[in-house]
Nanobody, 120 residues
Framework: QVQLVESGGGLVQAGGSLRLSCAAFGSFFSIRAMDWYRQAPGKQREMVARITNGGTTTYADDVNGRFTISRDDAKNTVHLQMNSLKPEDTAVYYC??????????????WGQGTQVTVSS
């Protein structure tokens, strides 16, 4: 069984910062890519940032330069540092991880989501 446990969401004023964390628990062999997605009310879920097991990062255009994704492989954890937050960043943020299982291959798992609210 796998659990992705997210933390760090909350309420912040525009221009402020938050740091999200997501830890993966389970008997998988290794973690491949880890992603952060978000879903605002009435909108589709969208990718915010991705980091591969090689450390390559990708960002959505509207967060590039403001958000930074990083990972700590020793702790099976991914972080999302969010700076210069805007009201339009308000959403539920989800962690996603591609986990490698011996004899099975790669499977994708999701966290439960954490609410980020940015007030104007």
């Amino acid at each position: 069984q796998v659990q992705l446990v997210e933390s760090g969401g909350g309420l912040v004023q525009a221009g402020g910062s938050l740091r999200l964390s997501c830890a993966a628990f389970g008997s998988f062999f290794s973690i491949r890519a880890m992603d952060w997605y978000r879903q605002a009310p009435g909108k589709q879920r969208e990718m915010v940032a991705r980091i591969t097991n090689g450390g390559t990062t990708t960002y959505a255009d509207d967060v590039n330069g403001r958000f930074t994704i990083s990972r700590d492989d020793a702790k099976n954890t991914v972080h999302l540092q969010m700076n210069s937050l805007k009201p339009e960043d308000t959403a539920v943020y989800y962690c996603s991880a591609d986990l490698l299982w011996i004899g099975v291959g790669v499977r994708t798992y999701w966290g439960q989501g954490t609410q980020v609210t940015v007030s104007s």
